[in-house]
Each structure stands twice: as C-alpha cells, then as structure tokens.
C-alpha cells in the first residue's frame, strides 16, 4: 500500500478536489506572481492575499531522495522497502511523495519525474514516477 | 559603586532521574522527580521556586499540571514550550529574561519523557504519537506516505547534503564512533561498548542514507535545571554556569527551487547572534555540544556555526580531531547518539556537568566556554547557548 488512508477537513478541501481530477493545484500570485504550492493560503514571497489557482504541468525533477526500511521480522526477513522522493515541480514547488515503482536505476540529483495518483483510502493523493524518456 | 543585584542569570541547579529502560512511571512522576533534584543540586527549598517551565516530550508530556504535582503556589511565570528539539534552550533562555525583568527569582526548566514500553519497539511508539496527526490535515498528507517521526525528515536533509557537497555515509560515522568513545567514560550513559566505522556501516539502514548507528536512542527519565540571577547563585551548592548570550532562528522553509533545505540549518544565524551577545569569539569556545538526533544534525551545525567551511563538515568529522583525547571536544558525555535522548536537554545537562568542572573521566581540561546547539523539527528551528564556568566572570 502506498498510501495509509486519509481524510479531508478545512485546510485540504480544495486540494483533494483538485487531485480527484488527477490534477496537483498551484498557486500563483496575483501581486508578484510567485508559484506556491498546495499549501499557500496568502502568497509566501511577498505576502499578498490574492492567489489564482492552476493545474501543475506533471514535470519534475529528483531534489532529495530517501529508502525507507522497516524492522526486520524475528528470522531476519526485512519487509518492502519505499522510496520517498523530494520532487521538484516544473513550476518550483517541491512535494514529497513515495515513487511508484522504483527500479534498480540510480536516482540523482536532477533525474526526470512524472506526477500521478494514487489512492489514499477515498482520496487520491499525488505521487512520482520517474519519467519514461529516460530508460 | 553599583549597588544593583547581578541579574545576569545562571544555571544553579540539575537534576536528572534514573534513565534509560525505567518502566511503571509517568512522565509527571519523573519530570516531578527530575524539578526536586534540581532543586535539592543547587541548595535551594522546593518553594523557593517562583517559575517553572515545561518542555513537551515526544512521546508524553507532564504539561502545566506539574504545578500541582509539586505542590506550588502563586508561581510569577508557568509556561508550557513545545518546539521539539530546541524546546530545552528555549525554555532556558526564557527563563533568563525573567530573571533579568525581575520577573522571577528562581525558575525550573524540566523535559520528560516516557517512549520506552516493555516487549515495545520505541521507534514504533514515537511514531504513533506522531501519527495521531495523520489522519488529516497537511501533516496527514504527507504521514499517508509514512513520513512521520524524524528518520524521514532528517534523513531527507542529510542526502542533500550528499548530493550537494559529496558528504558520506562513512564521514558519518566519525561522528558516531566519537560519541560513543566519550560515552565511555560517562556513567549513566546507556551505549557502553566501543563501535568501529566497520561497525557503523554495517548496522541496518533505517532510513537510507541513515544507518542504525547515525541514529539517536530513545530514554525514559526526566532532566530539570533551575535559573536564578547570579547575585542569589552568589551563595548557592554549585558553581554557578553562567548564561553569557544565546539566540535562536526559525527559519520557515518554503521547499522551491533554490531552496537550501539540508544544507543549512538556522544555526547560521543564532550561533554568530549568540557568541555576539557574550561578547566572545567562536575561538573562545572550549567545549561544544551540538543536537544529534542524527549524526548529520552535528555535522551541518559545526559547519552553520563556522567551526568549519559550507560543505565541508565531511572531512573535518573524519580529520581525526573528535573523541576522548582530540582536539575538539564535541558531544563529550556521547549525546543522543550513545548518552541518552532528552531532546535538547541531553546537551543542556552535558554542558552544565563540563562548565562546573564535573565531568570526571570525561571531563575537558579547558571547560571556560561551552556551547550549547538545539535543533528542532525537519530543522526548522535552531536555538543556542553559550555557557561559562565560574572562572569566566
């Protein structure tokens, strides 16, 4: 399971309208037009009230990377391991989310991601492939 | 001639309980415990306390509430602190002001914490007091991936910082086999057997790039110190540690491009802020202790506070100046990594047994100055104190 099942409440609701159409939301100011995440409620550059809300192209690229292990079982077998990546959105933005299948391919600084979807219990929450041009 | 009562304040009392695997306490119980040993160190009555601090552990936390567990009225300052790491400094340096508003007379600033359960896993309990959080919200968004506790967020910074400055895994290390070589020598100190780099580089990965031994442990127990002005420290049990400046820098992220997540911390700025305020030179310091929830925390903050260059905290871990017996004395009593896990006050209570002149088999013979870093959170918060011995006023 990539994701643990999760629930919307006052602070996310515009975002998980977004990503049930497959879509991750961006920010952008209507005073100085820095690119925010998600997350912004006024501008994090200039501090401006006004935001305009837009689709994220998909594009990113690797930032940070980490391989999460869980405790090995007591005959030593050490369960899946996952991997979490810092993208780095197209636009600027970075968001954390596990890559979907990951491979035996290096990841590094800079390497190609895709965004996609996936389910977080009856929410669908944003996640990284790496990009397919780069096999 | 001046005669106005030295207001300045200084760290009069410790107190720490039995640590460690102590199951069949609460946290009240040890924190209570932690604030009369603290007392009872630096000479004073329980009731001569007009403030008291408390710090949230990470797994349990005493609160406010402490007040009626020991028995105290009419209290001038009672505040709770909870900014995970830094909590210890801050709750301390707070303290200080109200010592020096004439606010307070004589404050104690105490952590606990209960994250040990018997035939649990520690990491397990940590991570469910954090997953409490999960289920909604934007610290839900993300925990739904199973980045929840420190060993993601932390881990996350120090391959940045791999990736930027080339730092290793095994420039990591250094730092492990170090502290646990000054744990030693301290006896209350729960990692008693001597590691090798070998040794580190072989432990599991928890979090890649972090291996077990880049990990901080997990101690149940409590920590408490009391601050009081110098004037009252005058005639007190133990050699006053005087508080000579601090500082502190939250730094607020905003994870874009160009961002310098993972490869500073806000140490850049409370480290020079502080020494300022003591009116000293980073070449004055003689002791250092530094946050190490991971060996990366000690190796970005050596480089933040300028005891080496941006990026390269690497080799000057692994040059050969740290441990017993090195040049740099660094985490001296073997800190989270292999002392024992109060938050900031595992480097809080090292550096009051170093600046007394206590510290026995471990002890820096030039202890005049020390140093004191707190980290907190995915580093968003940075907090600092320069401690001096008796000899420095």
């Known amino acids: 399971m ?25 920010a952008t100011c209507t005073a100085c037009g820095a690119v925010g995440g998600p997350q912004e409620t006024i501008c994090y550059q200039c501090g401006a009230a006004e935001l305009t809300w837009s689709t994220a192209a998909a594009g990113a690229v690797v930032r940070s990377w980490i391989v999460m292990h869980g405790k090995p079982g007591a005959d030593g077998t050490e369960p899946p391991t996952k991997v979490i990546v810092i993208g780095e959105l197209y636009e600027g933005p970075w968001w954390w989310a596990p890559l979907l299948d990951p491979d035996d391919r290096e ?23 790496l990009a397919p041009d780069r096999a | 001639m001046n005669t106005e009562p030295d207001r300045t ?32 160190d630096a000479g004073l009555r329980l009731h001569d306390l007009d403030g008291l601090l408390v710090a949230d552990g990470v797994a349990a936390t005493p609160g406010v509430r402490l007040q009626r567990d020991l028995g105290l009225r009419d209290l001038a300052l009672v505040a709770g ?38 035939n649990g896993s520690a990491g397990d309990n940590f991570t469910a007091a954090a997953a409490e959080l999960a289920p909604a919200g934007w610290t839900g968004v993300f925990g739904a991936s199973g980045v ?30 170090a502290q646990r070589e000054w744990a030693l020598r301290n006896p209350v100190a729960q990692m008693r057997k001597p590691i090798t780099l070998e040794d580190h580089q072989a432990s599991r990965w928890v979090c890649e790039p972090f291996h077990l031994l880049d990990c901080c442990l997990v101690t149940n127990g409590g920590i408490a110190v009391v601050v009081t002005s110098a004037a009252l420290a005058r005639d007190l049990a133990q050699p006053p540690v005087h ?28 480290g020079p802020a502080a020494l300022d305020m003591a009116g000293i030179k980073l070449g004055d310091v003689d002791v250092v202790e530094l946050y190490d929830c991971y060996t990366y925390t000690v190796l970005v903050t050596l480089e ?14 692994a040059s050969g100046i740290l441990g017993p017996g090195g040049t740099f004395p660094l985490n001296t009593g073997g800190g989270q990594l292999s002392g024992f896990y109060f938050q900031g006050m595992t480097q809080v209570a090292e550096a009051v047994v170093q600046a007394r002149g206590q510290g026995g088999d471990r002890q820096v013979p030039d202890h005049d100055v020390v140093m004191v870093g707190n980290n907190g959170g995915c580093l968003d918060h940075h907090a600092t104190l320069v401690l001096g011995s008796a000899a420095t006023r």
């Open chain 2, 304 to 317: 933040d506070y300028g005891f080496c260059d941006k990026g390269e905290g690497g080799p000057f871990v």
């Open chain 2, 81 to 118: 602190v909870a900014t995970w790491g830094t909590s210890a400094c801050v709750m301390i340096q707070y303290a200080a002001m109200a010592i020096a508003s004439g606010q307070c007379q004589a404050i104690a600033c105490v952590l606990a914490d209960t994250p040990l359960v018997p």
């Open chain 2, 243 to 270: 508080l000579l400046g601090w500082g502190q820098t939250n730094r607020g992220f905003f994870e874009r491009r160009d961002d310098r997540f993972g490869l500073i911390s806000g140490a850049t700025i409370a």
């Open chain 1, 2 to 26: 990539v994701f643990t099942p999760i629930r919307r409440d006052a602070d996310t609701e515009r975002f998980f309208e977004s990503t049930q159409r497959r879509e991750f939301p961006l």
């Open chain 2, 9 to 40: 304040s200084v760290i009069a009392g410790l107190g720490m309980t039995e640590i460690g695997k102590v199951y069949g306490r609460s946290v009240s119980d040890f924190a209570s415990e932690a604030v009369r040993l603290a007392v009872a």
């Open chain 1, 107 to 129: 990841l590094a600084d800079g390497t190609p991601l895709i965004l996609d979807f996936a389910p977080a219990g009856e929410e669908l929450l944003p996640a990284f492939r």
């Open chain 2, 148 to 177: 929840v506790g420190g060993n993601p967020l932390i881990a996350m910074n120090a391959r940045r910082h791999m990736l930027t400055y080339g730092t290793t895994s095994e420039q990591f290390g250094h730092i492990a086999v």
